[in-house]
């Protein structure tokens, strides 16, 4: 029977694989709902939108996941809804699960995911798309949109990911770009209306009336032609009333929506121990490889007493010990200083710790170090330079000077850390080998100046470096990615520079991923339709979690890239080492993040230009015509609110 659980065949399973508790459910404030909870309608129309959310991961990297708990919640808040979550098995549980014939189920009521409305993925990165496949088939839903019956749920993908999710266009029916809130509010509204009318038209004009609102991408109902040299010709509607682009929805106001309320508590350990609050969203700093900054503009913060609030709230509802302010630049908030002191007061003499996420250098000072270590936590700080050299960082506009870096480095040391990490990358447009090795100076100045100041040895400093790889809706939409063997052997000489110089020995801790994930990350990043078949054979070849380095095979991605890319005239260069000219037709032009198209080239072409002017923060200059604003009715809304924390009550 439809939404029955399944949990008395599963059980004898999970003997037989690791981790069984992650299969279990039953956290801590989570919900299992009645089936039914929506009713029937006078004529026995049943009324209840029921979605299945998956973070396409482990399930110790999906729970933590705010994006997937936010929805949980604000689905769940409404009485004709319900929603459960889903995470990827491990191989050994699909061996299990195929073995018993069992489907892919939920860990709220282990319902199979087949029985749902819509089967919602939250894809944070692309790495996810052959576990995608894998929960499909494990369903019962066929891999294939076109050869899904009314039987079958709605399957939605959302996160940064989908801002170009024309690699998955075969296996997804729709795509919501954007703020997640009231989306999957109005299309809960949609649902229920279409299950009130006696569901007319079936999945077909469900689809229709999705596409029509203008904010969600159906990708059948655009026809996609190319060009004689591989390049998109145009991307059309083929329905009537189906929207040239799609745009993408931003919730302004973040305190009406001061969600998750009550925190997911997980049963196994996970990624991230620590109650989580979004302090702001969006960011206009403009560093132009970022794609988060670009598509969550404009920048739009939580007010003071709306991040005491939730805190108080969260902590009380999870029992954790650690505070985390997350943002895309947390110290960029216009009342950091007031947030971490007002938080440090209220829960001094507690186990109650604050963190921030990676900081910008020139936004850290030794006042806000002093704060988030109040309560005598004292986590590794996390900086992220980017580029090694002056020279690259202007490339990319992450306007932080060396000097920036070293006096920050030095409050830091001075406020009693002993551990710093830079985070940069390798493959930035224009870069040389010069520009990388720059890394190696650059760590080997902030042990100078930690033993300097501190008059310690026991200084660390921890380089990690990834590769670049271009995003859709950034100024480096355009250009070409840096191929694996050159940025292996660009790393490679930074390694030997840093390992060179043996006063520095093993104060220096060097992490760095090799250049081969990158071009499969870039491959589907910029891809189009034609890569689908690629991911299909990857995941038939034996693909799953392949944002893992144990379970990623390169050589597994290149062989399918041969196979399901022959005869269309293009390759895996074609897609990733190639720079594109501004007329060419990207895969995602007509999914609108607001941005103007002539804005992001003038940036790029300023990137290629040494005399061109720093791009400033738009918060606190004037505009730079990005076109956010005007084009999705939105603003800009940051405080100072002039308010501050008040100490808690003691009851």
């Not at 030095?410 to 990490?421: I, N």
């Not at 071009?519 to 689908?532: P, Y």
Request: aromatic share 8%.
């Amino acid at each position: 029977m439809a939404g029955s659980s399944v949990f008395t065949e599963l059980e004898p399973l999970l003997e037989r694989v690791s981790k069984p508790i992650q299969y279990v459910g039953g956290e801590l404030n989570s919900r299992s709902k009645d089936w039914h909870c929506g009713g029937h309608g006078p004529s026995g129309e049943e009324l209840t939108a029921r979605w299945a959310l998956m973070y396409p991961d482990a399930y110790e990297v999906g729970l933590p996941n705010q994006g997937v708990m936010i929805l949980y919640e604000v689905l769940n808040e409404r009485p004709d809804a319900l929603a459960e979550r889903t995470y990827s098995v491990w191989p050994d549980m699909e061996e299990q699960l195929r073995s018993a014939g069992l489907p892919q189920f939920t860990v709220d009521g282990h319902r199979d995911v087949r029985d749902f409305d819509v089967f919602g993925i939250s894809f944070s990165t692309e790495l996810g798309y052959t576990n995608l496949l894998t929960a499909l088939d494990l369903a019962g839903i066929p891999l294939h949109a076109a050869e899904r019956s009314d039987e079958d749920p709605i399957v939605l993908a959302g996160g940064h990911a989908a801002f170009n999710p024309e690699p998955v266009a075969d296996f997804i029916d729709a795509a919501v770009i954007g703020d997640g809130e009231e989306a999957v509010l109005a299309i809960t509204d949609l649902v229920t209306g279409w299950k009130a009318e006696g569901r007319p038209g079936g999945r077909e004009e469900l689809l229709l009336r999705l596409a029509r609102t203008g904010g969600v991408y159906v990708p059948a109902f655009y026809s996609v032609d190319y060009l004689s040299d591989g390049r998109i010709q145009r991307v059309v509607p083929n329905r009537p009333g189906v929207p040239w682009r799609v745009s993408k929805h931003t919730v302004m106001d973040l305190d009406a929506w001061p969600y998750p309320k009550q925190p997911l508590v997980p049963l196994a350990e996970s990624v991230h121990e620590r109650m989580s609050v979004e302090i702001f969203r969006g960011c206009t700093r403009g560093c132009r490889f970022c794609q988060a900054g670009m598509i969550t503009r404009p920048v739009r913060e939580r007010s003071i007493t709306g991040i005491g609030e939730m805190v108080e709230r969260g902590l009380a509802a999870t029992g954790f010990e650690e505070v985390g302010l997350l943002s895309l630049s947390s110290a960029d908030h216009s009342e950091i200083a007031d947030i971490t002191k007002g938080l440090a007061d209220r829960y001094e003499g507690t186990q109650t710790g604050l963190s921030l996420p990676s900081t910008r250098v020139d936004a850290f000072n030794i006042d806000l170090a002093n704060e988030l270590t109040r309560n005598g936590r004292r986590s590794g700080l996390t900086f992220a330079p980017e580029g090694g050299s002056e020279r690259i960082r202007k490339v990319i506009n992450k306007m932080v000077s060396e000097e920036d870096l070293i006096n920050t480095v030095t409050a830091a040391y001075s406020a009693g850390w002993r551990q710093v990490k830079l985070y940069f990358m390798c493959g930035l447009p224009t870069e040389t080998d010069e520009d990388v090795l720059q890394i190696a100076e650059l760590a080997k100045k902030v042990i100078d100046t930690g033993r300097r100041v501190t008059g310690r040895r026991d200084i660390r400093c921890t380089v990690s470096i990834g590769g670049f790889v271009p995003k859709p809706h950034t100024p480096f939409q355009w250009c070409a990615q840096l191929g694996a063997e050159e940025t292996d052997a660009r790393l490679g000489k930074l390694r030997e520079a840093i390992r060179a110089d043996k006063r520095y020995g093993s104060a220096i801790g060097f992490r760095y991923h090799d250049g081969k994930p990158g071009i499969v990350e870039g491959l589907l990043s910029r891809g189009d339709r034609r890569v689908g078949k690629v991911i299909e054979q990857v995941w038939r070849d034996g693909g799953r979690f392949d944002g893992w380095s144990e379970h990623f095979s390169y050589d597994r991605w290149m062989a399918a890239c041969e196979r399901g890319l022959a005869g269309t005239g293009v390759d895996v260069d074609w897609y990733t080492t190639r720079e594109r000219d501004y007329d060419e037709v990207l895969p995602w032009d007509h999914l609108d993040a607001g941005l103007d198209k002539e804005w992001l080239w003038e940036d790029w072409e300023a990137a290629l230009d040494p005399a061109a002017d720093d791009v400033e923060d738009c918060r606190w200059t004037p505009c730079y015509d990005c076109g956010v604003c005007p084009e999705m009715g939105t603003d800009i809304q940051i405080g100072p609110t002039g308010q501050q924390l008040l100490p808690l009550s003691v009851v």
